[in-house]
């Protein structure tokens, strides 16, 4: 889907993680360039479904890379900040179902 090499979509996805996790508390002043985000996504040929699939492969590279330190407590808020950024990118994106 991504005209870029791995390399660089893998920098893309970790800036853009490390902004959105350095806003949290104030996950509205990055809305609009998560917005951005999605709208450049459905130019890609992203559908809702990909996001899910996305989600789970960066759980569990999560998971590996906390190993020990990978609890139900940090798994779920990790879900939880993962369904509110696809939800946003899904919304902004035109589509109308969530990931399930």
């Known amino acids: 889907m991504f005209h870029t090499s791995r390399e660089e979509q893998s920098k893309k996805i970790v800036d853009m993680l490390s902004l959105i996790v350095g806003h949290l508390h104030v996950l509205h002043e990055v809305n609009d360039d998560i917005i951005q985000l999605a709208k450049r996504h459905v130019q890609y040929g ?3 479904h990909h996001y899910k699939f996305v989600a789970v492969a960066l759980l569990w590279t999560l998971e590996q890379g906390l190993g020990k330190d990978w609890t139900a407590k940090v798994k779920d808020a990790w879900t939880a900040c993962f369904t509110e950024l696809t939800d946003t990118m ?3 994106s035109g589509y109308s179902s969530k990931i399930a």
Request: proline fraction near 0%.
């Open 90 to 92: 899904i919304k902004a």
């Open 46 to 48: 992203v559908k809702a």
